[in-house]
Structure formats: structure tokens, C-alpha cells
């Protein structure tokens, strides 16, 4: 019997006690059992950060394919299928492709201790080295240092976007901490962009670049980035670029795409990848605006908005995305995992939210419990109630408010899960 993907993955998971246990001794070990694939991929640019990983890559990704290049991309996790997580010259891998990749790195394991997602990483690795292509975008998982997509020895480019907390029981309790964990994709003699930091931030992030010898493309030193009459204006010693604004909505985007910009330049291409960058690029569950489907069409006059974001700078990004949107009551619809900050991630959205709608997330074991998220909320000035499932949810507030402006938020996975209900 044919295996399919689904299975195999399922098999993985049971590879290893700990969801995430970070070190790379079992990815080398693996990586050297087959052959050492990371060594043959297309240049490769290495992305880290707290927040905007994704948005960046998928505007670095449409800049590289408007200039004609064949581009692989990995990133994680993914919202509806595994296969998002492998984009192969351009096209999410095939379900063949992926079972065979899956079985191989599978069989080579032999049984030994290894998370899913260093598994994962290498089987990606694999099939990126064997797939022709112009350029492959490694996406950070968690952190960077010890991060399984951390094993190429000089990758083309090396980039961080904006460093907060997050995950701090695995990359420390500081902001110096966690910069530290993702200066680590840093590497001698190959150019780092850096995007907006705070202070603590930056501080070790130079440091680190000054130990290993990577130079530096930083915000604010050599680059620049802003808006000027609908039109966005980027900066640097090679000169000045007038473009669209990005695709992607929302007043973050705006770094993200001048560290996209940075990239680009560094890597010599033209106006015309540049503006590729900033008018193709999609990313879905980054403040994507939900206009059809089962889900949309139970609140067919609201205006339906989707957010993957999860910590508190997600909040911050969220918050003033609704603040550059017309005036309308906005009602959110929230579900967590347990993991996370949940006040601190509220706490920006509480001026926009007339209520809040709290969810437990099906079938996350990691879930918060729709009351705790509901309690939260209201501690910080949201008027908030349960809801047993997503349709429920939507049909209530649609009834009490027609012409609402309804945002689902507060992790990946409700996002995942939400999609995929939407069909």
C-alpha cells in the first residue's frame, strides 16, 4: 500500500519525546547520513526574527520571480496542508515528491530520537538539492542559532527582521537573549540586513557580527525607509527607489519591505525586482481580508479580516493596521495557545475592539481555554464572551451587527484551522 504524506508525517512525530528541543547534533547526523544535501542547494537566503519572517520572504520571493528566477522557499508552520512549508522552483511540492522525500529521510533515521521539524527541515533540504533553481529562502523556525535551517556554512545573504519577545522558554527571558539566539544565522564575510531593532536588540546583534565578521546592511544607518504620498520611498548609498506600496496590508509591511529592498540591492538586481517585491507578493493570514467562502459568507456584509500574529508586537502590528482602516466597529475573534502572552497581545487591540469572541482551538492539545482567553480580555478593557466553534461565532455577531468588521486572530493554528474551514 502507497503511503501518503499524512502517514508518514504522523510516524514523525512520534520520532522524538519533545515538540522542540533545540540543538543540531540530530540534523548534522541525519544531513551526514544523506549525503550532506545542504551543500548543494542554489544560493541560499537565510531569514531570522521575531515577527515578519514570512511577509519578508513572500516579498523577497515575488521580487526574485519578477526578475525570472526559479526560487525555492521553506517556511513554517503551515495553515492548511504540510506542503506550504516546501515551495520547489516556484510550486508547493507534490504530494509524490514530498512522500518520497519524507520516506527517504524517514528510512535514513533508522528510528533514532529527532523532532519533526528537524526531520522536516532536512527532508526540505533535500529536495531543494535536488531540484534546479536560482535561489533557495530558508525560513528560521525558532530562534536561529540552533535552529535546524541553521546548517548552511555561507549562505548569499542573511537577514533579521525586528526582534521581540517570544518563545522565551526556549530563547531566554531577555530581549538581549532572544537577539543573541537569532544573531546566530550570522556568518563570516556575508552580508547581514537588519531591520528595525530596539536598542538591546541591536547592540548584540553588532556584536555578534563583529565577532564572526559578517558586515552589516542595518535600518536607520544603511538604509532607509517611509511613506510619502501613497508612494513608498527607500533609501541607501546606491541611491533612491519610488515604488507602490506593498501589497501586503498594514503600516509594518513598510519595514519588512524596506529590508526586502536592502536585500535585493545586495544582490544586484533592479527597479523592476523591486517593485515585483512590493506589488506581487502573498502572504495569507497576515491581516488577509477573507471575501469568500463557507465562513465568509455565514457575516456576508461584514468586512472579514484573518491575523496569524501571537505575541505582543503582532498586537502592536494588528492594532495599527485597524487604526489606518475607515472608522467601523470592529469585534474580534480570538484563540490562543498556552504559550503565549496573551495579555500582552490584546492589550494594543483593546482600543479598536468592541468585544471579543473567545475560542479554544480544535484539536491543539496546547490550546488556551476560550475562558482564560475570555478572561484575559477583559482584564485588559475588552468586553468579551465564549463561543463553542468559529461558525457559531460569526453567525452571532453577524446577526447583532450586520455590517460589522470582524477579526480572527491570535495564532497560526486558529488561523490554519479557520481557513480550512472556510474551504
Known amino acids: 500500500m502507497t503511503q501518503t504524506s499524512d502517514a508518514i508525517l504522523a510516524r514523525m512525530m512520534a520520532l522524538h519525546p519533545k515538540i522542540i528541543d533545540l540543538t543540531l547534533d540530530r540534523v548534522w547526523r541525519l544531513l551526514d547520513r544523506l549525503g550532506n544535501p545542504q551543500n548543494d542547494l542554489p544560493p541560499v537566503i537565510h531569514i531570522a526574527g521575531t515577527n515578519g519572517k514570512g511577509s519578508t520572504q513572500a516579498m523577497i520571493r515575488a521580487g526574485l520571480e519578477g526578475a525570472g528566477k526559479r526560487v525555492h522557499a521553506y517556511t513554517s508552520p503551515h495553515l492548511v496542508r504540510f506542503h506550504e512549508r516546501i515551495r520547489l522552483s516556484g510550486e508547493l511540492i507534490s504530494e509524490a515528491y514530498l512522500t518520497e522525500v519524507l520516506d527517504e529521510c524517514y528510512a535514513a533515521n533508522d528510528g533514532a530520537p529527532i523532532t519533526y ?66 544573531a546566530g544565522i550570522l556568518k563570516r564575510g556575508v552580508a547581514g540586513i537588519i531591520g528595525p531593532q530596539k536598542d538591546a536588540a541591536m547592540d548584540v546583534i553588532e556584536a555578534r557580527a563583529a565577532r564572526v565578521g559578517a558586515p552589516l546592511m542595518a535600518h536607520g544607518q544603511h538604509w532607509h525607509v517611509t511613506t510619502e504620498a501613497g508612494r513608498l520611498v527607500f533609501q541607501d548609498e546606491t541611491g533612491l527607489l519610488d515604488l507602490p506600496l506593498p501589497a501586503l496590508p498594514g503600516p509594518h509591511q513598510i519595514q519588512n519591505a524596506g529590508a526586502v529592498l536592502s536585500a535585493l540591492r545586495s544582490l544586484r538586481f533592479g527597479e523592476a525586482a523591486c517593485e515585483a517585491a512590493m506589488t506581487n507578493a502573498e502572504w495569507p493570514a497576515r491581516m488577509q481580508r477573507m471575501r469568500s467562502g463557507k465562513l465568509a459568507d455565514l457575516a456576508p456584509n461584514a468586512e472579514l479580516w484573518i491575523d496569524g500574529g501571537h505575541n505582543p508586537a503582532a498586537g502592536d502590528a494588528i492594532a495599527a493596521t485597524l487604526a489606518g482602516l475607515p472608522p467601523r466597529d470592529t469585534y474580534v475573534i480570538c484563540g490562543m495557545l498556552n504559550t503565549k502572552d496573551i495579555s500582552g497581545f490584546l492589550r494594543p487591540i483593546a482600543d479598536h475592539a468592541a468585544s471579543l469572541t473567545a475560542l479554544s482551538i480544535p484539536g491543539e492539545t496546547a490550546t488556551l481555554p476560550a475562558e482564560t482567553t475570555a478572561k484575559a480580555a477583559e482584564g485588559v478593557g475588552i468586553p468579551s464572551r465564549t463561543a463553542p466553534d468559529i461558525r457559531t461565532a460569526l453567525q452571532s455577531i453577524s446577526e447583532a451587527s450586520p455590517d460589522a468588521r470582524i477579526l480572527i486572530c491570535g495564532s497560526l493554528y486558529f488561523a490554519g484551522h479557520v481557513l480550512r474551514e472556510n474551504g
Open 117 to 182: 521539524f528537524e526531520i522536516t527541515t532536512v527532508a526540505a533540504l533535500l529536495a531543494f538539492a535536488r531540484t534546479p533553481a536560482d535561489y533557495t529562502l530558508l525560513e528560521v523556525g525558532l530562534g536561529g542559532r540552533l535552529d535546524a535551517t541553521n546548517v548552511i556554512d555561507t549562505p548569499d545573504l542573511t537577514i533579521i527582521t525586528p526582534v521581540d519577545l517570544d518563545h522565551q522558554q526556549f530563547l531566554g527571558d531577555t530581549l538581549g537573549d532572544i537577539a543573541g539566539e537569532k
